[in-house]
């Protein structure tokens, strides 16, 4: 798959120079506008972004401790049959991921039935044996999932991750479109585009949806670890946008398994806590105990069913990069059917015959870290000098249980501005998933992440990579004429309805607390 052409979603086949033709009005937008204007309106959006704050840490960077995540001015485009195919695959793989967090917590009927080996959940360090046997309010365990797709065709998309604990980038999913609304409202004219603004309000009502049974107006917070966290202005972005607490451990105190906000005016109970802080700092008193970002007695609290964590504690085992390449048999066992998304082809490297592959054929694959995250941990065979090559062949000969190995995939393209101007650039694609007491929503939108090197796969922000906004169409496509108002783009526009049925994009190796 890696030699053949990458397809481009908006000219079709590479080297095209006409877009596709329910695209032709994006097309046209791209002939019509020149270079110049691009540019301009591309830098009014990073500098907005710059005076709003909107930025990421990287850690262990000297030279740009904070910086803002590039953003590209030409959007990416889903049909309205894409999404409704992309929206079905990504309600079963999440409904499939909490029945799989409910089970191996539980009863562990999975095991029981020989689809998965032992030692793989068990000498998994994101099992955590300390919570199994607790039951989340109303079984809930993955509440905010965000399912990494790439797309290597028109009708070919792939499942690359899946990330259960903390996913970032839904902020920047939110800027991206007022700064598209902002600077490029003829697009919103040209094409019918779901609303995602009403993503906070969606989170609020899945947080109020899982609270504990009894209680009639849960109190909810965003528990963050603090402004060092590359993801913070996230946390504080959310927390203001549902008009909600943001708070850090030192704000609440357990007392008699109760979770208590420290107030000027006095204790206020908490319902609902969104944590924004690893497994490992949660709770001193459990798991690390010399974590400072923690609260001490926030387990025994969640045990006793007094409060509910969003994401449940526990959920690393399903992101686990070893664990997803056995999603088409954990989506097969609880679901009854065969998986609407696949999975890209996965050698287990714990597997002697595929570690065997791997070895012989290291130029040509992707080689991943089973708990990596933010493309570190990671060898890309064709870009990997020998030295680096050799370096990983002795880390896999060494340890082999820790790592996954991958085909180097032809990744879509989307036009994007470059140096000498528009230039096809991959991207991957980060949909989020709320899932709570009353069924799964898909928000119809997401998270855009370009590679911005030419030639470069590797999309993470830490590495170098940008974002676009994500459109997805009502229909499949528009022509120039069917117009709305600025106006009515944002207040009066019908949105995508969300599929409902009876969640790290700032990369990088996680310090204490990061996501």
């Known amino acids: 798959m890696a030699t053949r052409p990458a397809f481009d979603e908006i000219m079709g086949q590479a080297g095209s120079t006409v877009a596709r033709p329910e695209l032709a009005a994006l097309g046209a937008w791209i002939d019509e506008t020149p270079d110049a204007e691009l540019r301009r309106r591309q830098q009014s959006a990073e500098a907005t972004f710059r005076q709003?704050?909107?930025?990421?840490?990287v850690y262990g960077d000297s030279d740009a401790s904070e910086r803002i995540i590039p953003f590209d001015i030409v959007p990416r485009v889903f049909l309205a049959d894409e999404w409704a195919r992309l929206s079905a695959g990504l309600v079963q793989r999440v409904e499939a991921i909490n029945a799989f967090l409910v089970d191996i917590y539980g009863e562990r009927k999975i095991l029981d039935a020989g689809v998965l080996p032992p030692d793989l959940i068990f000498g998994n360090a994101q099992f955590r044996p300390e919570i199994a046997g607790i039951r989340p309010p109303h079984d809930i365990w993955a509440h905010i999932c965000g399912?990494?797709?790439?797309r290597t065709g028109p009708d070919d998309f792939f499942v690359l991750e899946d990330n259960a604990r903390t996913p970032s980038g839904v902020s920047y999913m939110l800027e991206n479109r007022e700064a598209m609304l902002r600077l490029c409202?003829?697009?919103?004219?040209?094409?019918?585009?779901?609303?995602?603004?009403?993503?906070?309000?969606?989170l609020l009502e899945t947080m109020k949806s899982v609270a504990p049974e009894g209680v009639a107006a849960p109190v909810c917070v965003v528990l963050t670890p603090g402004h060092y966290n590359s993801a913070y202005y996230e946390h504080s972005f959310l927390a203001d946008s549902m008009g909600v607490e943001?708070?850090?451990a030192a704000d609440l105190v357990v007392d008699d398994?109760?979770?208590w906000m420290r107030t000027i005016a006095g204790r206020v109970k908490v319902d609902v806590i969104y944590r924004r802080i690893d497994d490992d700092y949660l709770d001193p008193l459990v798991f690390r105990p010399d974590s400072m970002l923690g609260v001490p007695g926030l387990i025994a609290a969640y045990a006793a069913g007094n409060v509910a964590l969003i994401n449940a504690p526990g959920n690393?085992?399903?992101?686990?990069?070893?664990?997803?390449?056995?999603?088409?048999?954990?989506?097969?066992?609880?679901?009854?059917?065969?998986a609407k998304l696949p999975n890209v082809e996965t050698w287990r490297c714990r597997e002697p015959q595929a570690l065997k592959y791997v070895l012989d054929n290291l130029k040509d694959v992707v080689v991943k870290l089973v708990d990596g995250s933010g493309g570190y941990g990671m060898l890309v065979g064709p870009t990997a000098t020998k030295a680096e090559i050799e370096t990983f062949r002795a880390a896999l000969i060494a340890k082999p249980h820790r790592y996954i190995?991958?085909?180097?995939?032809?990744?879509?393209?989307?036009?994007?501005?470059a140096d000498a101007g528009l230039a096809p650039r991959h991207v991957d694609f980060r949909p989020f998933v709320l899932t709570g007491s009353k069924g799964v929503q898909v928000v119809p939108g997401g998270l855009t992440r370009v590679a911005l090197k030419e030639g470069s796969l590797v999309v993470n922000s830490s590495q170098g990579g940008g974002t676009k906004d994500s459109f997805v169409l009502m229909d499949n496509g528009a022509a120039r004429g069917q117009r709305q108002s600025q106006g009515q783009s944002q207040a009066l526009r019908p949105e995508l309805p969300l599929h409902h049925l009876p969640e790290e994009a700032n990369g990088r190796p996680p310090p204490a607390g990061a996501e």
């Not at 709003?52 to 840490?57: N, V």
């Not at 399903?318 to 989506?331: H, R, W």
Request: charge should be negative; glycine fraction near 6%.
């Open 257 to 259: 398994d109760v979770v």
């Open 246 to 248: 943001l708070v850090e």
């Open 316 to 338: 690393g085992i399903a992101d686990d990069k070893a664990i997803y390449s056995y999603m088409p048999e954990i989506v097969r066992f609880y679901s009854g059917g065969e």
């Open 52 to 57: 709003l704050g909107i930025t990421f840490a």
């Open 405 to 417: 190995a991958q085909p180097t995939l032809a990744l879509s393209t989307v036009p994007t501005l």
């Open 185 to 202: 409202p003829e697009l919103f004219r040209d094409f019918r585009v779901a609303a995602v603004d009403s993503y906070p309000d969606r």
């Open 147 to 150: 399912i990494d797709l790439v």
